[in-house]
């Protein structure tokens, strides 16, 4: 039948949906290209078919019934193709949004690692998604950092422990000898970033 | 998307500590920052800092006088008592007598709420947590009487989601994180069921639906 197929790239949607829900670790699964492929070749013998029945204008009735339900059915593959690659933007755009915008956003590449898992406009899309992303932030709003932390501040001062090496780190407003294991005695808004980087655990 | 999903429709407790943080509390300071005449005179002698809140009045800040009480909100007066420069006055209602006036209350009246203030969770969180000295009743029995409110009012949520409908609901004295709480499922299902009445009505009574 048709959208049979169609109906499996949903599945793929919802699963992919759930795990991006459930881990918040923002890997995409990999983009379904051959079903993607098989459902627009679907559509295309559709549309052959349609303007086959088009030639035939004499039909009638039954004709018309034909047309109506070809073009349900194209409808209905759209609506699926739209639904599946709505899922994976949204993904997408979360994601310039977290890790994208930290400090470097320059290294687009060098963060999502699963760059082989987007299809080609894919990569493309989340291109200038980050582009655009960080075009706003430097433009009227320079002064808040819009990708920053969403949770409201409450301690000024809070103590962090370095989890991972990262040498001497450059932050805004100073210097730190990040070692391994070593424990400060920061202000917040300093080490935000490094904490969301993982450099650092807040105790 | 630029709001996470789990914030899109409620906020997140942290987001409520925030709103509540900007309610006045009164607080007995330890510092004076009011200028006396004489040194008012001489400003230049020793430059006096003046605070200048950008989110609240700061009058009551530059007008406080050691051991008079005077009235903060309620996150600058948690960062006063962290550093050990106040106490913070605890509120009427959250005290043995009180609560217990409340509990009774909750009690007897099976069908409504104590009128306690909208942000009394959070409040009593915050002042437990990090002004627990400052209680003339002992701490413990008042986070008792606090956990017995919540357990009643609790009780009476549930029930009360007996009466879900598609029109409305009526939550009278429910406080801002009981609501927080309830708000993802309560709109869930009165969306859901606005939706099956409404198509249900629309197929009877397409016409008059459609005169509005």
């Not at chain 1, 492929?37 to 004499?58: C, D, G, P, T, Y």
């Not at chain 1, 009735?61 to 593959?77: D, G, H, I, P, W």
């Not at chain 2, 879900?164 to 069921?193: A, W, Y």
């Amino acid at each position: 039948m048709y959208g049979d197929l169609a109906n499996k790239l949903i599945l793929e949607a919802k699963r992919t949906q759930q795990l991006v829900n459930t881990n918040a670790s923002s890997e995409l699964p990999m983009f379904q290209e051959e079903m993607v492929h098989l459902i627009l070749k679907e559509v295309s013998q559709l549309q052959r078919n349609a303007e086959f029945l088009k030639l035939q204008e004499e039909g009638g009735k039954v004709s018309k019934c034909q047309y109506f339900v070809t073009m349900l059915c194209m409808e209905r593959n759209k609506r699926c193709l739209l639904a599946y690659e709505k899922v994976r933007s949204e993904v997408l755009a979360s994601l310039a949004w977290e890790h994208n915008g930290m400090e470097f956003f320059s290294d687009i590449t060098g963060k999502t690692q699963d760059s082989g898992n987007l299809s080609h406009y894919e990569q493309e899309y989340l291109k200038e998604y980050s582009q655009l992303v960080s075009d706003m932030k430097t433009g009227d709003l320079i002064d808040v950092d819009l990708s920053g932390s969403l949770t409201p501040p409450s301690d000024v001062f809070i103590d962090v422990r370095v989890l991972r090496d990262a040498g001497e780190i450059q932050t805004e407003y100073g210097v730190f000898n990040l070692i391994k294991g070593s424990q400060f005695f920061v202000r917040q808004a300093d080490v935000e970033r490094l904490i969301q980087q993982g450099y650092l655990q807040k105790l | 998307m630029s709001l996470p999903k789990r914030l899109e429709n409620k906020f997140s407790p942290e987001e409520i500590q925030f709103l509540v943080e900007n309610e006045p509390i009164k607080i007995m300071p330890r510092i004076t920052t009011r200028k006396n005449r004489r040194q008012a005179a001489n400003t230049d002698v020793k430059p006096v800092t003046n605070w200048k809140l950008i989110t609240t009045d700061d009058y009551n800040v530059n007008n406080m006088v050691a051991l008079k009480s005077t009235e903060v909100v309620l996150w600058l007066a948690l960062l006063l008592k962290q550093q050990g420069k106040c106490s913070i006055v605890a509120p009427a209602w959250l005290t043995l007598k009180q609560l217990d006036g409340f509990i009774d209350f909750e009690v007897r009246n099976p069908l409504r709420f104590a009128s306690l203030p909208w942000n009394w969770l959070v409040v009593a969180h915050l002042l437990f947590q990090r002004a627990a000295d400052d209680f003339r009743d002992p701490v413990h029995l008042l986070r008792g009487k606090i956990q017995d409110l919540r357990e009643i009012r609790q009780s009476k949520i549930s029930k009360g989601l007996q009466h879900l409908n598609e029109s409305h609901l009526q939550l009278d004295n429910l406080s801002l994180t009981e609501i927080n709480e309830l708000r993802p499922f309560v709109t869930g299902v009165m969306d859901k069921m606005m939706e099956i009445h409404a198509s249900a009505n629309n197929d009877n009574a397409e016409p008059e639906d459609y005169e509005m």
